[in-house]
């Protein structure tokens, strides 16, 4: 059932304040965002030759300075397999360029109360991201790496889930050859609460339980806890987590994107079309399709009652001009 076709009242806000500074890319947004991307015409005007002339392909050949300003840039992804095994590489590399040890901190498993161990915890830790909400069963950390937070630690100091920070410091414990992550204390711009004894904007984040399902070779399924500190490596997120960020910088695969509307959140976060680049050639349909016809009727029964309710606000409050 479509709860949304009981609504009466809709305010769609349409000001876009993460690109304010560049129309045209503004527009271009809002066309795929409808559906109504232009993939043909006169060559290199039209959104698909725009687009992909932010190939990094492209960049790295017809302009290398250009390409190079995108070397710490983060990547959205639309799998989690693909962001993990990027931010693998990537906390490999970090290690080696600044002498640090690569080490995985390890997530503690239970069920009814007990820990596991042996070979059963071990095959616990490669759980896929997606059935255990991004607590991670191995967690590559280094000082210095950038992260992010993956729940709402503290809503008032906005450290919320999808904030960025880097590490300072990481306490743990070892349980048999595994390090455990006991807290991890990360420094987040945008923290607005101090905690006593640290820098500023420096948040100690603690390790919390999440439920995971575990299917066994005979397809059995069991529900079980992992215990785990809420971060994973910054390098790179989902088009998911990166809902509401705005990215000074950023590189998207919009080859990964599910459909349209994927594709557009990973466009979307840039702040500009010269601070976007794209990865790699994608197909069309991934970001510049048509959007389903269920949705398109959505967005414009949307569109009506929106022009409804601004014509009741205009009426009932005379002399103001609503601004969305």
Not at 63 to 74: L, N, V
Not at 76 to 91: H, I, P, Q
Not at 259 to 280: C, D, E, F, P
Request: proline share 6%; aromatic share 8%; net charge positive.
């Amino acid at each position: 059932m479509d709860m949304t076709r009981s609504l009466t009242h809709v305010v769609q806000l349409k000001k876009n304040e993460r690109a304010k500074t560049d129309p045209e890319f503004i527009d271009l947004l809002n066309r795929v965002r409808m559906g109504n991307a232009i993939t043909s015409g006169r060559p290199g005007t039209t959104d698909l030759d725009i687009l992909n002339g932010r190939l990094l392909c492209k960049l790295q050949k017809d302009s290398p300075e250009d390409f190079k300003s995108f070397c710490d840039a983060p990547i959205v992804f639309g799998e989690r397999r693909l962001r993990d095994r990027w931010n693998e590489e990537k906390a490999k590399e970090y290690a080696v360029l600044f002498g640090h040890e690569f080490v995985y901190y390890y997530a503690q498993h239970f069920s009814h109360g007990e820990f596991l161990t042996g070979d059963y915890d071990n095959r616990l830790a490669l759980v896929a991201p997606k059935e255990s909400k991004d607590y991670l069963g191995r967690l590559p950390l280094l000082p210095g790496m950038p992260v992010l937070i993956t729940e709402n630690l503290a809503l008032a100091g906005k450290v919320v889930n999808g904030a960025r920070g880097m590490i300072k410091y990481i306490a743990f414990d070892t349980i048999g050859s595994k390090r455990i992550a006991c807290c991890v204390y990360v420094e987040v711009p945008s923290l607005t609460l101090h905690l006593p004894g640290e820098d500023d904007h420096v948040i100690a984040v603690l390790p919390q339980n999440s439920p995971i399902t575990y299917t066994s070779k005979q397809g059995e399924k069991f529900n079980i806890s992992r215990r785990q500190v809420p971060i994973v490596p910054g390098w790179a997120l989902t088009d998911y987590k990166a809902q509401g960020s705005s990215l000074q910088k950023v590189i998207v695969d919009v080859a990964s994107a599910r459909n349209v509307q994927h594709g557009y959140v990973m466009l979307s976060r840039a702040t500009s079309l010269k601070n976007l680049a794209i990865l790699r050639r994608f197909n069309p349909v991934r970001a510049l399709g048509h959007l389903p016809k269920d949705l398109r009727d959505k967005l414009q029964r949307f569109a009506g009652i929106d022009n409804e309710t601004t014509e009741k606000f205009v009426l009932s409050h005379p002399g103001h001009v609503p601004t969305k």
